[in-house]
C-alpha cells in the first residue's frame, strides 16, 4: 500500500452577551469542541504554531495492506523553531491518490503539541498524506474569546422606502438591541423597531428611522459592517487571525463518495428509480445558500422534466418552486430567517420566514422529504443563540412527525470553506457550529444527517463554501439512498 514518509512540513492554509431567550430552558452542550486552555503556559502571539517549521511522519515503515491503519504523528514548532508544549491546533488531514482520497478518521490532540492522524486504507496503491494547518492553537484561543465576549461583532442592514420606493433610509439591525453601531454613523438618540417574530420568539431589531414608521421596513441588505472586530482585538491578533476529532464519515474512490456510517447504495440511482420514488412528494429545502445548491441540482439534473419557477423572489434567498407535473413531485426552497449576510443581492421582508414556521406550515396529509442545513450565517452569534434556533427547528421536526407519518428528514451538516482572511467566516467558527448541531439533532427518530464535512474536504476540487456540482452530486446521492432505499 506504501512505505513511511519522512519528516515533511505542514501545508499552509489557503487563503459577552449570551442572547440566550428568556424562558428558554435548553442543555448547554459542548463536549464536541475540545479547546485546551493554553492561558495556563506562557504564550506569546509573536510565536504562533509555524507551518514552515511543524512536521509529521509516518509512525512506522512497515508495508501497509488495505483496511490497515497508518498513523502519522505531527509535531507543532513555532516560529523560533521550538517543539510547543500545549494543544488547540486546528488541522486538516487527508490521503488522496489518482481519483481516489479520504480525509483523516481523526486526529487526536495529545495537548503537548503533539498530534496523532489515523487514516484507514480504503484502496490499494501509492497514497499522499497531506496535513494541513488552518488556525494555529493561538488564532484559535484568539477566536474562542471573541466569539464568546463579542457576539454581536457583525450588524446586518435593513432599508425603510418612503412613498413609491422614491427615498429610502438605511439602517443596522441584529438579533439583539445592544447592537454595535459605527460611531462614524449618526444615529443619535436611537430607538429601536422590534421585528421579534411572534410565533417562534427569534428576536430582530433595527435601528428606526427619524422620519419613517417602523412598517416601512421593505427589504434586508448587505451586512452593514465587518469592521468592528478590529476595535476588540489588538494587530497582531488580527495578523494571527488573518482539529476536527470525529470519525471520518467516507472516502472518494474513483470520484465516487463511499460512506463508511451509512448503509448506502453502491450504485447510483437512475432516473426511472427517483422519479418513482418521489412520485407525488413535496421536497422542502429549508436553509441557506448550500441547500440551494441541492435544490437547483434536483430542479437541473435529477427531475430534468420540472418546471422552474422564482415566486416573485429578487434573490437567491428564495423563495422558489420546481414541479415535476408528470410525477407530482414538487420542489420549495425557503432561506432559513434572519441572520443574513447578503452582499451583492437583496431580499425582500416578506420573503424571509424561519424553518420551524414553514415545517409547522406543513400539512399532515402530504407526502413530504424536508431537507435542512443552517450553519453559514451564524459565524456572527453566540453559541447560545445558534443551539437556541436548532432546538426549536428539532421541536418543529417533532410536531411535524406527530402528524404526519409520511414526513421524512434530513439535515446537511456544514461543509468546509474558501477561507479567504474574512475574520467572522473561518473554518474553526463554521466547525464548531456544526458540532454544536450534531449534537443537538443527533438522535432524533426518522431523522438522517448528511455528513458533507469530510466529503469537502476530501474531494479533490478544493475548499468551497459552494462545493462545485461532482460534490454536490455525490451529497445529493447519499440523500436519496436513504429516501429511496429498499428497507
Not at 457576539?151 to 425603510?160: D, I, L, M, S
Not at 427615498?167 to 421585528?195: G, L, Q, R
Amino acid at each position: 500500500m506504501g512505505r513511511g514518509f519522512p519528516n515533511q512540513p505542514l501545508r499552509r492554509f489557503a487563503p459577552a452577551t449570551s442572547h440566550k431567550h428568556d424562558g428558554d430552558d435548553y442543555p448547554t452542550l459542548t463536549s464536541r469542541i475540545p479547546t485546551p486552555d493554553i492561558k495556563q503556559v506562557n504564550i506569546s502571539l509573536d510565536f504562533p504554531t509555524s507551518p514552515k517549521l511543524s512536521y509529521y511522519f509516518v509512525k512506522s515503515n512497515k508495508p501497509y495492506y488495505l483496511c490497515d491503519t497508518i498513523e502519522v504523528s505531527i509535531e507543532a514548532r513555532n516560529a523560533k523553531n521550538e517543539s510547543k508544549v500545549y494543544g488547540g491546533d486546528f488541522f486538516f488531514a487527508w490521503i488522496h491518490a489518482l481519483r481516489a482520497s479520504a480525509a483523516a478518521d481523526k486526529i487526536i490532540d495529545h495537548f503537548n503539541g503533539t498530534y496523532t492522524a489515523k487514516f484507514r486504507l480504503h484502496w490499494a496503491g501509492q497514497v499522499k498524506i497531506i496535513i494541513q494547518l488552518v488556525h494555529s492553537a493561538e488564532a484559535v484561543d484568539v477566536m474562542k474569546r471573541i466569539r464568546d465576549n463579542f457576539p454581536a461583532r457583525v450588524v446586518y442592514g435593513a432599508e425603510f422606502y418612503a412613498g413609491e420606493h422614491t427615498t429610502s433610509v438605511k439602517t443596522p439591525c441584529y438579533i439583539a438591541t445592544d447592537m454595535y453601531i459605527n460611531p462614524k454613523e449618526k444615529f443619535a438618540n436611537m430607538t429601536f423597531c422590534n421585528f421579534t417574530d411572534d410565533r417562534t420568539s427569534f428576536p430582530w431589531f433595527c435601528v428606526k428611522p427619524k422620519m419613517l414608521s417602523c412598517d416601512t421596513y421593505f427589504q434586508h441588505t448587505s451586512t452593514w459592517d465587518y469592521e468592528y472586530i478590529g476595535d476588540l482585538i489588538s494587530e497582531d491578533e488580527i495578523r494571527l487571525i488573518s482539529g476536527p476529532n470525529h470519525g471520518v464519515a467516507g472516502f472518494y474512490y474513483k470520484d465516487v463518495w463511499h460512506s463508511l456510517v451509512c448503509h448506502n447504495r453502491d450504485d447510483n440511482l437512475r432516473l426511472p428509480e427517483i422519479t418513482k420514488c418521489l412520485q407525488n412528494h413535496t421536497l422542502y429545502f429549508l436553509g441557506d445558500s448550500t441547500i440551494r445548491q441541492w435544490y437547483e441540482h434536483f430542479a437541473r439534473f435529477i427531475l430534468k422534466e420540472s418546471k422552474v419557477e422564482k415566486l416573485h423572489a429578487m434573490s437567491g434567498l428564495g423563495p422558489n418552486m420546481a414541479v415535476d407535473e408528470t410525477h407530482g413531485i414538487h420542489l420549495k426552497y425557503n432561506w432559513h430567517g434572519y441572520p443574513v449576510k447578503v452582499h451583492v443581492h437583496k431580499a425582500l421582508v416578506k420573503d424571509i420566514e424561519y424553518i420551524p414556521n414553514r415545517i409547522d406550515d406543513i400539512e399532515s396529509d402530504k407526502k413530504v422529504v424536508v431537507f435542512i442545513t443552517i450553519w453559514a450565517h451564524f459565524s456572527g452569534t453566540s453559541l447560545d443563540y445558534y443551539r437556541n434556533r436548532l432546538y426549536k427547528i428539532k421541536d418543529s421536526i417533532q410536531r411535524l412527525q406527530s402528524r404526519n407519518a409520511y414526513a421524512r428528514v434530513l439535515i446537511k451538516s456544514a461543509n468546509t470553506i474558501d477561507y479567504w482572511g474574512n475574520r467572522n467566516c473561518t473554518p474553526w467558527y463554521y466547525w464548531s457550529l456544526d458540532q454544536v448541531m450534531r449534537e443537538v439533532m443527533s438522535g432524533i427518530d426518522n431523522v438522517t444527517i448528511i455528513d458533507v464535512w469530510d466529503m469537502t474536504i476530501g474531494h479533490h476540487s478544493g475548499y468551497r463554501i459552494h462545493p462545485n456540482v461532482d460534490v454536490i452530486a455525490q451529497e445529493t446521492d447519499m440523500a436519496l439512498s436513504f429516501l429511496c432505499s429498499d428497507d
